[in-house]
């Protein structure tokens, strides 16, 4: 689960397997565009890295327009800005996207590349949350490599994590 910043706010023990270069990444606190755009790690596991990258920073605008006083959105925003001449130049663009459904491509260090559909559904008691369900279809290779990465993930359980996912906090703005 991610709110609207992307922060990372929880996930099970398959969605932590697959996401294992961002959880190991040392760009913190846990956000998906922060590994996306400060962690060279995210060019060889996201394989449509532009398109991620296009994506993410649409989305962000998105959340930029509808909650101009979230101060942890305009650090980020800064952050990235000034740390990421790619975002820079995204950001400055004004694209908006916003996709609910569609393909990640990615390349897990474990089990190689993934062609995973998804879903985002936003959980309508709590505002900017998004739960994020990956599927592949049975039998395909992708199919096969999250049964084997399901496998990989109930060996790592046992393992202590060192990180934890970021925690949620509302946003602060005016009358609320």
Do not use: C
């Amino acid at each position: 689960m991610r709110n609207a910043r992307h922060d990372v706010l929880s996930t099970n023990h398959l969605g932590r397997a697959l996401y294992s270069p961002l959880m190991e990444s040392p760009a913190r606190p846990l956000n998906t565009a922060r590994f996306l755009f400060l962690d060279p790690a995210s060019r060889s596991f996201f394989r449509d890295w532009e398109r991620s990258a296009d994506d993410v920073t649409g989305m962000l605008r998105i959340e930029a327009g509808r909650h101009p006083y979230d101060r942890d959105l305009s650090a980020l925003i800064g952050e990235l800005s000034t740390r990421s001449e790619e975002f820079a130049v995204r950001w400055a663009r004004h694209d908006v996207r916003f996709h609910r459904t569609g393909t990640k491509r990615l390349h897990h260090p474990v089990v190689g590349d993934l062609d995973l559909d998804y879903l985002a559904m936003d959980l309508a008691e709590q505002d900017g949350l998004r739960l994020m369900v990956y599927t592949a279809p049975p039998g395909s290779p992708s199919a096969d490599a999250l049964a084997m990465l399901a496998a990989w993930a109930a060996t790592e359980q046992s393992v202590p994590q060192d990180s934890e996912p970021a925690q949620p906090r509302t946003s602060e703005r005016p009358g609320r």
